[in-house]
């Protein structure tokens, strides 16, 4: 630290001429008694000014002054420190004022003195570049291998971190290329880290270990694709760099993963084209699409997906505590807006399990729910045992059988949520009667009770229903629609007819009710839109997240279909 702007009455008059380099002030004061030995607040002599300002004539004049000491006494000076700790030399070399080095080691100046916060001058000479300093002081004995920060770094480290070809060039035919700092990481790692192409072409050349890894695994080709250094890429792959080395001990994850987290999608193609695809889908292994999601980058899940990776990878219930990419992307937009990764998930045909379902249905929202609808076509189960291909419907991605029951089942374990989401999922075609479920008979409220019934025929249903239904009359849990006491209308039987010809599917979300030979003020009839939504007046118990949690540990499968 300089005080000298607030205290400069403390700079003694021949450190001030050091400072300015003018030897003949400088030798007039020393004649007339001036001595060289007073410091100032920052613990500076003449010597450290003149050594810090570059002033080979002063250094010698001061060292000419002090000659006539004893050759101990001499060399005490010459290594005076300051109260940072710095000496004449190590000012110098920091300056990279070779001449002066030259000079104060010719005088017995310690090559290896350190400061306070361990530095050198060498690590000094370094750290400013200075090629021919660095070069100077290993020639008089300098220590390459020290350690001179509080990180463990040598002078190969900083070399690599700055940049300074020159310099590194120099010092990988003395320095231990795999020294490594209180990380275990090595002058090549940093070398990558920082994206220094040519000091890592040097080390490389030089033969340090392009796959060195760091105490917690990282290994170059990671942090280089984690930075986004694409020149530092591409060089360590020409040079045998591993991609498909496991890079921590939580779960094995490669250089991929980090080009998917941080969105380095030139990087991510090129890592795409090498990495063993078993991290895809293997057992024990973690599909970078999971990562991609996790730190929401839509670009890199959106390549992963196009280059073949499966949207429903392999299940990380142990890793990350997850059994999809659909699973994780549907809790981060529990958690916050995060809808790109939901969408390309379900377009490219993403399986919907039970807990997929819970996230959009154990809700009192239903944005969720229709936005992966926007996506799947809910075929009657009537169509998987009709010669109706799979695949796709109006561009949609037809929901299989398998998940067809999935819905199901957690619809009639959220009843309390019904008033939600059973209106959309009528709307979008969901045949009512795979919901005529005792549980939910039972359970639904008397609103969302009137609204079910109204999609189908009252009359006809099945004696243990009806019973259920008069004993939630008799309870007053269950306060009917006055017309469910007759016979359902001609009318309602008609809707019932045309919707079980054409398929609640095609009648509730295609325009096939306006090409029937019928008034058009009876289309809104013929697709139930003159039904009253119910209201939702139960407050949610608690957060989805949370429910879905309890999902995982008491889910109960119903048998439905």
């Known amino acids: 630290m300089d005080f000298t702007e607030c205290y400069e009455d403390t700079v003694s008059s021949a450190a001030a001429a050091a400072r300015s380099g003018c030897r003949r002030q400088l030798r007039r004061l020393i004649d007339r008694g001036c001595s060289v030995d007073s410091r100032d607040n920052r613990g500076w002599n003449p010597l450290h000014e003149a050594a810090a300002a570059g002033s080979k004539e002063c250094v010698q004049e001061i060292l000419s002054a002090v000659s006539a000491r004893s050759s101990r006494c001499r060399r005490d000076y010459v290594n005076s420190l300051t109260h940072e700790g710095e000496s004449p030399c190590f000012l110098a070399a920091r300056r990279g004022h070779v001449a002066v080095v030259r000079l104060l080691l010719k005088a017995n100046a310690d090559v290896n003195q350190m400061t306070n916060d361990l530095s050198c001058p060498l690590y000094a000479a370094v750290d400013g570049g200075h090629t021919e300093v660095v070069k100077l002081l290993v020639r008089k004995g300098a220590e390459v291998d020290g350690i001179h920060t509080a990180s463990c770094w040598t002078c190969l480290h900083q070399a690599a971190y700055k940049g300074h070809g020159d310099i590194l060039r120099f010092l990988v035919t ?26 890592l072409q040097l080390l490389v050349d030089a033969g340090a270990n392009v796959n060195a890894q760091a105490a917690d695994l990282a290994t170059p080709l990671l ?49 795409i084209e090498v990495t063993d695809r078993r991290c895809d889908g293997g057992e024990g292994m973690v599909s970078p699409l999971y990562v991609a999601i996790s730190s929401e980058q839509s670009s890199s899940a959106e390549l992963l997906l196009k280059e073949g990776y499966s949207a429903d990878a392999q299940d990380c219930r142990l890793a990350l505590g997850f059994p999809s990419p659909l699973s994780l992307a549907f809790y981060r937009t529990a958690t916050q807006p995060c809808r790109d990764s939901v969408k390309l998930l379900l377009a490219a045909g993403a399986a919907l399990k039970a807990e997929e379902w819970t996230y959009a249905l154990a809700t009192d929202r239903t944005d969720l729910l229709e936005l992966i609808l926007d996506y799947r076509w809910i075929r009657g189960p009537e169509a998987f045992h009709k010669d109706i291909p799979a695949g796709r419907h109006g561009g949609k991605t037809v929901l299989q059988l398998q998940e067809l029951r999935e819905l199901v089942c957690v619809a009639l374990s959220q009843v309390n949520f019904a ?39 009252w009359s006809t249903l099945p004696p243990p229903l009806k019973i259920i239904l008069e004993q939630r009359e008799a309870e007053g849990t269950w306060e009917p629609l006055t ?68 999902h995982r540990s008491a889910h109960q499968h119903r048998h439905v279909l």
């Open 174 to 199: 003395v320095c231990n290329l795999e020294a490594h700092d209180d990380h275990r990481i090595t002058p090549l790692f940093v070398s990558a880290q920082y994206g220094q192409r040519e000091c």
């Open 223 to 271: 942090i280089a694709s984690q930075e986004g250094h694409q020149d530092c890429v591409d060089l360590l792959l020409e040079r045998g760099a591993d991609p498909n080395m496991a890079c921590s001990d939580d779960w094995p994850q490669l250089p991929i993963h980090a080009a998917a987290q941080f969105g380095r999608i030139s990087i991510l193609r090129r890592l």
């Open 419 to 457: 008033s939600c989401w059973l209106p959309v999922l009528l709307n979008k075609g969901l045949d009512p009667y795979l919901l005529l479920h005792p549980h939910m008979l039972e359970k639904a409220d008397s609103d969302v009770l009137n609204f079910l019934l109204q999609f189908v025929n």
């Open 483 to 550: 017309h469910f006491a007759s016979v359902p209308s001609l009318f309602h039987l008609c809707r019932l007819k045309v919707r079980d010809a054409l398929g609640a599917d095609q009648l509730m979300t295609t325009d096939a009710v306006q090409q029937l030979p019928v008034p058009s003020p009876l289309h809104v009839f013929l697709q139930f839109r003159d039904i009253q939504k119910p209201s939702y007046t139960r407050p949610p118990p608690s957060p989805v997240i949370n429910r879905v949690e309890r």
